[in-house]
Every structure is written in structure tokens, then in C-alpha cells.
């Protein structure tokens, strides 16, 4: 690590208390302290915690200012101390900045496929033909790419992931590894057995969205399934056909979408959530683990439970819930008591 105070107070546009030529040693978390270290916290409650902490600095709210922190290291006052620390974390990981230009030699690329300026194609992995890789995009290993695929500028596909032909990325996608992009959209009709229906459509990935390992998503019957700008897919997801989401939406692990149904903007999806198909979630839903979702969501609701209710109804309800074995004694004991059985 290389940088100066005074050069993260002013990439994350924070204020500094303390030596601007200082250097600190290296990244650390709060529960692994690394003396000469920089780390973060966002939340000043307990400001005693940092008293005998021997940091190189630390990174705190502008609200911190008003308080008195007993820490005796450099401070550096942040809007959002988490995204000066990422900025840090940015700028000292290693992850894809060594990584040389170039088609390994036992890497199989079609000739009609068009390859921009400072890719790198790992070994092992096919372009078909008439694909579009852009510049400054890295593939890894044991990456298939179909025909007519379109990758735009500075996307990363880690190993192992599949992307069907005729699928677009467009720029700052990443795949992590496993993912499956293009699959066939399940989809069957029934004339005396079950009849395979054709998947002709594809998927679209807006810029900076992010997959994540393992995950799959269906391709179209027909038109486009669609995952909106700065959408973040965590792993073992699935997205069936013709979904389509919007902008900055975050959906993790282990969450079904069936076909059809169209997520709104920011829209949250917690684990092992599963949507029905053909529904409308509004902007800024909010949908709890293991929510099941069959009727459309209206934008800004909070949701829980199966099916799902307003996120206060499923509180009440549980709370309920807990006391039943007590009000069913209390009911027998009463039936007894008056003889009503």
C-alpha cells in the first residue's frame, strides 16, 4: 500500500485530522486490528470501543466531528466512511490489474469473431462465430461464448461460465463463475405428452450488472428477458423467461423468479424468495426470505411471508403465532371447565 492520508481524504472527498503524509500499512477490519493498519466504522454509539485501538487511522462519520472519540490515531471524516474504505480497498487489490492482454494459444476463436483492443481470452475457451468481445474485457478459462454473442467494454467472465448464442452484456458486466446466461426458458405445451417449445428470444444484461456463481438466466421465448443497469444477482438464483427488472435492483441467494414477471427499480429480493409469474413488483419493493409472492406488489411495500402480506401483518402474526400452544391450553381447559365437549 502506497497511499498517503491526504490521498484517501481526497478520492473519497472526506476531511482528515492527523499527519497527510502518513501511510498506513495495510487494510483491516475492526475484529482483526493490524497495528499501522486503516480500517472503518459507520457507527459511533460506542465511541469507548476505539480507545485503545492501535491503528494507523480510522475512518468515521463527519458526525463523529461533534463527538468526543478517544482514539489517538489519525482520523479521517467521511460522508460514508464504508465507501472511502472501499475506495482504499479499490485501489490496493491486486484482483484482474496483472492480467496481460492476449488469446492464449489453446483458446479456440472463430475468425469472424471481433475481438476489441486489450482483451485477454484464457485457455480453454471458445468464441464462436460472428461473437463481439469489447475492449478491456477479461475472460477467464473454460469460458463458452456462443454465436453472436455481444460483450461490450470492461466486463470480467470469470471460468466456467456459459453465455448462449445471439445474449448481450453490455459495459462493466461481470459473471462470476458458473453462471449460465442464455439457457432455454422452460417452457412446454402439452399435446398428448409434454412438447418442448421453442426459445428463440435471448438475454440482455444492462451495464454494471453483476452475476453471481451458479446463477442462471432463461433466455426469451420470443423477445428479450432483461436485467436492468446496476442489478446484483447473488449466487444459485434463478430468473426464468421473459423476466425483466429495473434499474439497481438487488436479488440474492437462492431467490426463483418465474417467467414473465417484471421487477420495477430498486427492488429488494431476499433469500430463497420465490415470485410467480406474470406479476408486477413496484419500485422499491422489499421482499423478505422465503417469501412466496402470487399477486402483484404495489411500488414502496414491504412484504414477508407465504403468501405474502405487509411486512407489519406478518409481525403481528407471528407474534400470535409463538402463543398458540398456550392459547390452546387455555382453550381446552376452558371447553373442560364449561363442558363443551
Known amino acids: 500500500m502506497n497511499l498517503t492520508l491526504k490521498q484517501i481524504a481526497e478520492m473519497s472527498q472526506s476531511e482528515l485530522k492527523g499527519d497527510g503524509n502518513f501511510v ?104 464462436e462465430d460472428d461473437a463481439v468481445i469489447g475492449d478491456n474485457t477479461i475472460v477467464y478459462p473454460n469460458v463458452y461464448i456462443g454465436k453472436k454473442v455481444q460483450i461490450g467494454q470492461s466486463c470480467i467472465i470469470y471460468p466456467n461460465v456459459v453465455i ?90 437462492q431467490v426463483g423468479i418465474a417467467g414473465s414477471t417484471e421487477l420495477g427499480n430498486g427492488v429488494i429480493l431476499a433469500g430463497q424468495a420465490g415470485v410467480s409469474g406474470h406479476l408486477k413488483l413496484g419500485d422499491g419493493v422489499i421482499v423478505g426470505p422465503q417469501t412466496g409472492i402470487i399477486t402483484n406488489i404495489k411500488a414502496g411495500e414491504k412484504i414477508m411471508g407465504s403468501p405474502s402480506m405487509p411486512y407489519g401483518d406478518f409481525m403481528r402474526l407471528n407474534v400470535i403465532f409463538k402463543k398458540l400452544p398456550e392459547l390452546y391450553k387455555e382453550i381446552t381447559n376452558l371447553k373442560k371447565k364449561f363442558k363443551l365437549f
Not at 493490524?34 to 466504522?41: F, L, N, P
Not at 490515531?73 to 490489474?97: C, H, Q
Not at 476463436?109 to 484464457?122: D, E, H, L, T, Y
Open 24 to 127: 498506513p500499512n495495510g487494510i483491516c477490519g475492526l475484529d482483526n486490528i493490524r497495528e499501522g493498519a486503516i480500517s472503518y466504522s459507520n457507527n459511533i454509539d460506542k465511541p469507548e470501543t476505539f480507545k485503545d485501538l492501535k491503528l494507523g487511522a480510522l475512518i468515521l462519520p463527519k458526525t463523529a466531528k461533534d463527538k468526543e472519540i478517544p482514539f489517538c490515531g489519525n482520523i479521517i471524516y467521511a460522508d460514508n466512511p464504508e465507501w472511502a474504505f472501499t475506495l482504499v480497498m479499490r485501489e490496493v487489490s491486486t484482483l484482474n490489474k496483472d492480467i496481460k492482454p492476449g488469446i492464449h494459444e489453446r483458446a479456440v476463436v472463430s475468425p469472424s469473431a471481433k475481438i476489441g483492443q486489450n482483451v485477454f481470452i484464457g485457455a480453454n475457451t471458445v468464441v
Open 164 to 253: 448462449r448464442e445471439e445474449c448481450v452484456l453490455k459495459n462493466k458486466v461481470i459473471l462470476q463463475p458458473g453462471c449460465v446466461i442464455g439457457s432455454d426458458g422452460f417452457g412446454y405445451v402439452f399435446h398428448g405428452k409434454h412438447e418442448k417449445i421453442p426459445q428463440l428470444g435471448n438475454v440482455i444484461l444492462e451495464d454494471d450488472v453483476e452475476v453471481g456463481a451458479n446463477t442462471t438466466i432463461d433466455r426469451a421465448k420470443i423477445n428479450h428477458t432483461v436485467i436492468g443497469a446496476n442489478t446484483k444477482i447473488d449466487n444459485l438464483v434463478q430468473i426464468g423467461h421473459n423476466v425483466r427488472t429495473g434499474m439497481s435492483c438487488i436479488i440474492i441467494s
